[in-house]
């Protein structure tokens, strides 16, 4: 049984994940840091896919689809006229607007497993993670040249055991990925000086 679907991908809210093309490599490929949708036609930054395909098909297009973490996969049942994965936010019953508060002089604890030292070599074009169990003693180093690379890196290596570090370490790799591609100097815990 056949059915007809409309895929319509925005290309600049692509971040590269991958799930898209690891769950449907059919119709989704990584290339050059970004996804691209076959056969498609191109409408702008938007590349749309319209066709008739098996019950199969459309489903593993639509878990591809609704994988996105960009939310840049938009699916529609043709043949109910029903979009099934949607790029629409919208708001929750629950929803609450938080004021964002914080001391760091009273709030900050250090992670028990260790803390990092961060710098970038530009000649290498790389950011560099030292990861110190002990005050100054270096455990191991990360380097690479993307903070996805690198978070994803101490993630599986559990160096992190709070979500504070955690994003702490995400927000100091695109620092010091900004820095590096911008040709300024990286100093961890400061912040960048544009012209």
């Given at each position: 049984?056949?059915?007809?679907?409309?895929?319509?991908?925005?290309?600049?809210?692509?971040?590269?994940?991958?799930?898209?093309?690891?769950?449907d490599?059919?119709?989704?490929?990584?290339?050059?840091?970004?996804?691209?949708?076959?056969?498609?036609?191109?409408?702008?930054?938007?590349?749309?896919?319209?066709?008739?395909?098996?019950?199969?098909?459309?489903?593993?297009?639509?878990?591809?689809?609704?994988?996105?973490?960009?939310n840049?996969?938009?699916?529609?049942?043709?043949?109910v006229?029903?979009?099934?994965v949607?790029?629409?936010?919208?708001?929750?019953?629950?929803?609450?607007?938080?004021?964002?508060?914080?001391?760091?002089?009273?709030?900050f604890?250090?992670?028990?497993?260790g803390?990092?030292?961060?710098?970038?070599?530009?000649?290498?074009?790389?950011?560099?993670?030292?990861?110190c169990?002990?005050?100054?003693?270096?455990?191991?180093?990360?380097?690479?040249?993307?903070?996805?690379?690198?978070?994803?890196?101490?993630?599986?290596?559990?160096?992190?055991?709070?979500?504070?570090?955690?994003?702490?370490?995400?927000?100091?790799?695109?620092?010091?990925?900004?820095?590096?591609r911008?040709?300024?100097?990286?100093?961890?815990?400061?912040?960048?000086?544009?012209?």
């Amino acid at each position: 049984m056949s059915k007809r679907v409309r895929v319509e991908y925005d290309t600049n809210r692509c971040i590269g994940a991958g799930q898209c093309a690891a769950i449907d490599p059919q119709h989704f490929a990584l290339k050059q840091g970004k996804a691209v949708l076959t056969p498609a036609k191109q409408q702008g930054t938007t590349s749309v896919y319209e066709g008739a395909c098996t019950a199969e098909e459309a489903e593993r297009l639509e878990r591809a689809a609704a994988s996105c973490p960009s939310n840049a996969i938009r699916m529609v049942d043709l043949d109910v006229g029903k979009e099934t994965v949607t790029t629409t936010m919208s708001y929750a019953p629950e929803f609450r607007e938080l004021p964002a508060q914080y001391d760091d002089a009273k709030e900050f604890v250090f992670d028990p497993n260790g803390y990092f030292l961060i710098r970038i070599s530009p000649e290498r074009k790389e950011i560099e993670v030292a990861f110190c169990t002990m005050r100054n003693q270096i455990s191991c180093k990360v380097a690479g040249k993307t903070p996805l690379e690198i978070y994803q890196t101490v993630l599986k290596q559990d160096l992190i055991s709070r979500m504070d570090h955690a994003a702490y370490l995400g927000r100091e790799l695109q620092k010091a990925y900004d820095a590096l591609r911008a040709g300024l100097p990286y100093v961890q815990d400061d912040e960048l000086k544009f012209s």
